[in-house]
C-alpha cells in the first residue's frame, strides 16, 4: 500500500488509482480513484459504492466538476509537471468556489516543496511516491509559515 | 520607511531556514537540478557566467543606511567590492560561491533584508515612483499600498508556479515615473470624490521579445476591493495563460490574444467569487502600515534664505549649479530638495556600486537624508530629503566618492543591463558600449546642448534595460555570430508610454557611436528653439534620422 500524508500525518493509503473508466460504474472497487470522464454517464448514478473519488488534469475546467462529482467522498487533482501551477489555482476553487467539503487530493509530479502551498489553497491530503523522502515532506508541512491574508 | 515586526521577522526566519534546507538537501544530491531550479530562482539565484548571480529585493526601492551598509558588507566579503542597482530596483550581486549563499542570506536577514520571489515565475518585487513620499505632483502615497500588497504576494500560495514572471508597479503621483503600463498590472492610487480611495487599474503591459504598453482594466477599484481584484485577475491568468511556449507565456499575450474585453469579463466573473474568498481590506489594516510613511521630522526652513545661500553659491562655482540643476529635484515641503545620485559615472559601469561609496552613501543618508536612500529604475540611487542649505556639502562629499557625474537625464545617464559580461541571456555585452558613447559624448557642453534625452542599452530580447521606451534604444543582436545593434527611436515611458521605432538594420558595434552621433546631429540641426530630441523627433518622424545613419530613407 502507498503513503499518504492527511492532515499533517504519514499513513497508509487506502485509495487506489484507477487509470481506464470502466464501462459499468458498479465494478469499479471500494476506494477506487475513477478518472473523471469514467463517471460522467448520470443514468449509473447514485453509485452503490459508497467510497470512491474522482481524479482529473490541472486543465479541468469548473463547469466538469458538477454536483454529483462534488458528492464524492474525494476529489484528486493529478499533476503532471509541477511547473504547472493551475493545479493550486484549482485547488482553490474547488475548495472556495465550489465548496468542496471532501478530501481534496494531489498526486503524481508534484514537489515535496510546494505542499504547504498546496494546502493553503485547501488541499487535504497528498499521495506521496514510494521514494519520497517522508521526513523533508513532513518537515516542508510543519515548518512553512502561514499568511496572515 | 518600514519596519519589520516581529511577525515579519520570523516569516523571513522561517523562509530561510526552509531554503537553507532544501540547497543541503541540493548540495546532498538528493533532488535534481530540474527540481530545485523553481527553488532556487524563487530565491533570486540565477546561475550565470562567473557565479550564481544573486537578487536581492529591495521593496519599492526604499533602502536603509544600515541595509546599505549591510550590502556594502556582503560585497566587500563575497563579491568583488561592488554591487549593481538593476531596473527594477534590486540589487545584484555577480560573484557569490554558492556554498557562501547560506551566510550573505543570514546577514541579509540581520537587516530585515532577503531574496524571496526576486526571480523565477511568481509575482516579483513591487516597484514604484523613486520620488514616492516627496514628489510635488503626487496625490496618494503609494508605498503603504506597495508594502501591503508585498506581504500579501510574498508567499502566496496560489501564485507561486505562474505561466511567467509577473510584475506589478503602484503610483501615486500625476507623473507616471513608475512605467505603470510596461508592467503585467500597474496601479495608479487615486482619490474618488463618493467612494474614497481606489486604484486603476493597469494590465497586460510588457516588454521583452513582445512589447507591449498595457491597458486600462478598470478605472477604479476601491481599496478595500482591491487584493480580492487582483487575486482575480492573477487566478484568470494563471489558469489561462499559456504554459507551452514561455515566449507567450506573460499576462500581456494572454489580454492580446483574447482582447481587453473578453479578459474583463471574465476577470469579472472570478471577482464574485474572489470578493467572498479574500476579506476586505481593512481600513486599520493599511492605516497601520501607513504609520510607516509618516513623514519625517522636517524642520520648518525658510526657502528665501536658502534661495540666496544657493544664488551665491551658484554663481561662485559653475559645476555646482550645473549639478543642482541636473540631479537635485523639486520638494513638496519647501527648503527641501530630492537628490539623484549618479551611477553613471564614465568610470563605472553604469548602476554599479562599490563598497566604498555604499559605505559613504550610507553616512550621507544619515547625515543628511534621515537615513533612507531610494534605488531607481534608472539605475541610480536618491536622496529624497535633502536640506537645501546642506546641499552644497552634499555635493563636496559626492564629488569626492565620484557619485556627482551632473548628467542625470542626459545622454550619459545610460539605462543598461549587465549584457555579456554577467549575463548568460546575453547576446552582446551592452557596459563596453554605453562607455563609448559616454567617451563620444564626453564634452559636458555638448550634452547639455543635446539636453533631456533617454537612452537604455539591452544586451538581449529580454530587454531588461526597457529600450523600447527609450527615446534612442539599443538592442544587442547576433548577426552570423557576430555583435550588431539595433538602434530604435522615440520611445517614451511615462503618461505618454510608446514603443520606440526600428530605424533600419542593425548596425556593427564599432559603427555604433557614429550611428548615435548622426543621430544626434540630425537633431540639433532640425530642433525649433528649446525643443527636446523626442519632440523634434515626433515634429519630422523617422526619415531623417534613417537618411542622417544609412544615407537614405528606405
Ligand atoms: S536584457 Fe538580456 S542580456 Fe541584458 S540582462 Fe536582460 S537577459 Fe541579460
Redesign the interface.
Known amino acids: 500500500m502507498a503513503m499518504q500524508i492527511k492532515q499533517g500525518m504519514l499513513i497508509k493509503d487506502p485509495w487506489l488509482k484507477v487509470n481506464q473508466p470502466a464501462d459499468k460504474y458498479r465494478d469499479y472497487p471500494w476506494f477506487s480513484i475513477v478518472p473523471l470522464n469514467g463517471l460522467h454517464d448520470k443514468s449509473q448514478w447514485p453509485l452503490p459504492q459508497t467510497w470512491i473519488g474522482a481524479w482529473f488534469g490541472v486543465g479541468t475546467e469548473l463547469q466538469q466538476i458538477t454536483e454529483l462529482i462534488l458528492s464524492l467522498p474525494l476529489l484528486n487533482i493529478h499533476v503532471d509537471s ?9 485547488a ?2 474547488l475548495s ?2 465550489l465548496g468542496y467539503k471532501g478530501e481534496l487530493r494531489v498526486s503524481g509530479n508534484f ?1 515535496l ?2 505542499m ?6 485547501g488541499v487535504t491530503s497528498f499521495s506521496l511516491r514510494d521514494d519520497s ?1 517522508f521526513d ?1 515532506a513532513m ?2 508541512l510543519e ?3 502561514k ?3 | 520607511m518600514y519596519h519589520y515586526n516581529e ?1 515579519d521577522r ?2 523571513l526566519q ?2 530561510r ?2 531554503f537553507q ?2 540547497l543541503q ?1 541540493y548540495l546532498d544530491g ?1 533532488i535534481s537540478d530540474e ?1 530545485f531550479r ?2 532556487r530562482l524563487r530565491q533570486g539565484l540565477y546561475l550565470q557566467r562567473h557565479a550564481p548571480m544573486l537578487r536581492v529585493a529591495v521593496p519599492y526601492g526604499m533602502l536603509s543606511s544600515s541595509q546599505l551598509r549591510a550590502l556594502a558588507r556582503i560585497a566587500r566579503q563575497f563579491d568583488q567590492g561592488f554591487c549593481h542597482i538593476s531596473t527594477r530596483q534590486n540589487v545584484q550581486f555577480n560573484w557569490i560561491a554558492m556554498e557562501d549563499i547560506a551566510e550573505v542570506l543570514g546577514m541579509l536577514a540581520e537587516v530585515d533584508m532577503h531574496s524571496v520571489q526576486t526571480s523565477g ?1 511568481c509575482i516579483r518585487n513591487i516597484t514604484s515612483d523613486a520620488f514616492a513620499g516627496v514628489a510635488q505632483d503626487e496625490l496618494i502615497d503609494p508605498r503603504p499600498y506597495c508594502e501591503l500588497i508585498r ?2 504576494s510574498i ?9 511567467r514572471k509577473f510584475k506589478i508597479a503602484i503610483t501615486g503621483a500625476k507623473t507616471d515615473r513608475a512605467m505603470l503600463q510596461a508592467h503585467d498590472i500597474g496601479l495608479r492610487v487615486q482619490q474618488h470624490s463618493q467612494l474614497g480611495k481606489g486604484f486603476e487599474v493597469i494590465v497586460g503591459g510588457g516588454l521583452g521579445r513582445t512589447p507591449v504598453i498595457g491597458s486600462t482594466l478598470a478605472l477604479f477599484v476601491p481599496e478595500r476591493e482591491i ?1 480580492a481584484y487582483l487575486t482575480a485577475i492573477i ?1 484568470v491568468y ?2 489561462h495563460g499559456r ?1 507551452d511556449n514561455k515566449y507567450k507565456a506573460r499576462i500581456k499575450i494572454l489580454v492580446k490574444s483574447i482582447g481587453i474585453q473578453a479578459f474583463k469579463k471574465q476577470v469579472d466573473e472570478e471577482f464574485k ?1 474572489t470578493q ?4 476586505f481590506l481593512s481600513p486599520s489594516r493599511i492605516d497601520s502600515i501607513a504609520t510607516h510613511f509618516l513623514p519625517p521630522p522636517y524642520e520648518q526652513l525658510d526657502s528665501s534664505y536658502a534661495d540666496l545661500f544657493l544664488i551665491t553659491l551658484k554663481r561662485k562655482n559653475p559645476s555646482f549649479s550645473r549639478w543642482l540643476k541636473q540631479n537635485t529635484h523639486v520638494h513638496k515641503i519647501g527648503g527641501y530638495r530630492s537628490v539623484t545620485l549618479s551611477l553613471k559615472s564614465p568610470n563605472n559601469a553604469p548602476g554599479d556600486v562599490s563598497t566604498d561609496q555604499l559605505l559613504a552613501i550610507a553616512t550621507l543618508a544619515d547625515q543628511y537624508s534621515f537615513g533612507v536612500v531610494r534605488s531607481t529604475h534608472e539605475q541610480n540611487l536618491v536622496l529624497a530629503d535633502v536640506r537645501e542649505t546642506d546641499l552644497y556639502a552634499l555635493w563636496k562629499h559626492l564629488i569626492q566618492k565620484d557619485l556627482a557625474a551632473p548628467t542625470i537625464g542626459t545622454i550619459h545617464d545610460i539605462i543598461c543591463c549587465p549584457g555579456l559580461d554577467y549575463c548568460s541571456l546575453a547576446n552582446t555585452q551592452s557596459i563596453p558600449l554605453a562607455q563609448a558613447i559616454q567617451t563620444r559624448f564626453e564634452n559636458l557642453d555638448y550634452v547639455y546642448d543635446i539636453g533631456d534625452l533617454s537612452f537604455n542599452i539591452s544586451g538581449c530580447m529580454n530587454a531588461c534595460a526597457h529600450h523600447h521606451l527609450a527615446n534612442i534604444g539599443i538592442l544587442g543582436v547576433l548577426k552570423k555570430g557576430a555583435p550588431y545593434f539595433q538602434i530604435t527611436l522615440g520611445g517614451r515611458k511615462g503618461n505618454e508610454s510608446t514603443l520606440g521605432k526600428i530605424l533600419g538594420p542593425s548596425v556593427a558595434e564599432h559603427d555604433v557611436p557614429n550611428a548615435i552621433e548622426n543621430i544626434i546631429q540630425t537633431y540639433l540641426s532640425r530642433r525649433q528653439e528649446d525643443e527636446r530630441f523626442i519632440d523634434t523627433y515626433l515634429r519630422v518622424g523617422i526619415n531623417p534620422f534613417k537618411e542622417a545613419v544609412y544615407g537614405h530613407a528606405n
Open positions: 509541477f511547473a504547472d501551477g493551475r493545479a493550486f489555482s484549482l482553490k476553487q472556495t468556489a514537489l516543496d510546494q504547504a502551498q498546496f494546502k493553503e489553497c523522502d523533508h518537515y516542508i515548518h512553512s509559515p499568511r496572515e491574508f | 511577525n520570523a516569516d522561517a523562509r531556514q526552509i534546507h532544501q538537501r538528493k527540481e523553481p527553488i515565475d506581504q500579501w508567499g502566496h500560495p496560489e501564485f507561486a508556479y505562474l505561466p487584493l487566478r494563471n489558469l504554459r467569487h467572498e474568498e479574500v476579506s
